[in-house]
């Protein structure tokens, strides 16, 4: 038998439940779960009071990003160890075409980039502006790139931003795919207008992003990527939702039948918009990222709305940005790089601010960590799970494992930590990828280039439960003879 490890004396957690059993592995794959498991010869990990469970996805990253005039710090080797480091073993990033730019070419240029990675990866598309070549390219990802996610930014105008007439396009031919179309939602047009209102009163400095995105310019544009959803009957992602607004949109939805899903990042979850206000510009800047944080309310409601299952899925949208390149935007708070990082520490701080206080079970943990997004993006049970024929991809969590969270101990590319000095209980103690050991004992052994991209196939048979506006009876003409 090729190479064989053993699991031994952990407790599996799965979505589904946690029960005491040992997992073999056999090269790459998950082989069995169970007690009293035949590993004559199998390399002996030990799990004794540890949890065993499937590893994390991040479904949003951005690693080596061009992005307002530099390119994130994070490249997909660094990030992707940092994420072993967290116990996060696959990643979804962002292709994302420059507006005129062939969605094929920029993929391409994605794929070289990501090559590299240290664990598997998979990737979005964006659609960034439309014309016939860019139905076509969908076409050509979605059936042979193996790309089932389309997104769509409805923000960043003069950039990236998609207006109505693009969402209603790039929505149905994702429909018509089978594929999912994602949004992070917030209206450019008011976000550009604010902007320019608040840079005019004389705030410059990192205090005036939030003041030129407040939850109302999320919420609308989450309604209206909603309603454009349900009148085309396409199912719809939206990204990093932040807010009050957001969610309630997404639960109204939800509410009805619609087929939404719905993304919050660990540090909407925790951090506050209180550090706009830091004395220290470096301090300040560094919170820079789109939708911004809130005022705390926003975040005891994103905490109800992932207990609530309103919101499926965690992420860290990991986007780094080193003082230096913030500094663009010293004297103009609109020119400052916006992303934050986080791709190491999600699982930490949604084990500790999560399960240590009640809020999520275990399971209810690895449902929103990994499982549900390999569901959503459809590569469950090969990702997501621990069960036979799952690729081995694996965190033996330790629940008692106490750190403070610094840059001076993070792995990740970045001069910067958004959690510094936070006291964190539970984490990665060991993380397998595909097998092998590539985190354990506080060390890294990720190897570069050994992650696979991972095809996420459409659904072709998805789309028939699709709810459409109950209005919408079946359009037929009249006879006028
Ligand atoms: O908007 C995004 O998701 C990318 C450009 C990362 N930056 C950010 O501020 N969220
Ligand atoms: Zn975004
Ligand atoms: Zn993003």
Known sequence: MANLKIIQGGTVVTAEGETRADVLIEGETVVAVGLDLAADGAEVIDATGAYVMPGGIDPHTHMELPFMGTVASEDFFSGTSAAAAGGTTMILDFVIPAPQQRLMDAYKQWREWAAKSAADYSFHVAVTWWDQSVHDDMGTLATEH??????????????????????????SRARDLG???????????????LQQEIFDKGITGPEGHPLSRPPEVEGEAANRAIRIAEVLGA??????????????????????????????????????????????????????????????????????????????????????FCTPQKA???????????????????????????????????SEFVAVTSTNAAKIFNIHPRKGSLQPGADADIVIWDPEQTRTISK????????????????????????????????????????????????????????????????LAEPTAVDRG
């Not at 949004?183 to 047009?189: F, K, M, S, Y």
Request: net charge negative.
């Open 235 to 320: 199912p719809l992602y939206l990204v990093h939702t932040s807010c009050i607004d957001a969610l309630e949109a997404v639960t109204r939805a939800r509410l009805e039948g619609q087929r939404v899903f719905a993304e919050v990042l660990a540090q909407h979850l925790v951090i506050d918009d209180s550090h706009y206000r830091n004395p220290s510009w470096e301090h300040a800047a560094h919170y820079v990222m789109s939708p911004p944080f809130r005022s705390k309310e926003h975040q005891d409601a994103l905490w109800r709305g992932l207990q609530g299952g309103m919101l499926q899925t965690t992420a860290t949208d990991h986007c780094c």
């Open 179 to 193: 594929a999912l179309a994602t949004v992070h939602a917030e209206n450019g047009e008011l976000v550009y207008k």
């Open 146 to 171: 193996g790309v089932n996610s389309f997104k769509h930014f409805m923000a960043y105008k003069n950039a990236i931003m998609c207006d109505d007439e693009v969402l209603v396009n790039s929505f």
């Open 328 to 362: 663009a935007g010293k004297d103009d708070f609109r020119k400052i790089p916006n992303g934050t990082g986080g791709v190491e520490d999600r699982m930490s701080v949604l084990w500790h601010h999560g399960v240590r206080t009640g809020r999520l079970t275990p």
């Open 408 to 471: 001076e101990t993070s792995h990740q590319n970045v001069d910067f930590n958004i959690y510094e000095g936070m006291e964190v209980t539970g984490g990665a103690a060991t993380t397998l990828s595909r097998g092998n050991v590539v985190w354990a004992d506080g060390e890294l052994r990720t190897v570069k280039g050994a992650g696979k991209h991972i095809d996420r196939p459409c659904f072709p048979d998805y789309w028939e439960g699709q709810t459409k506006r109950n209005t």
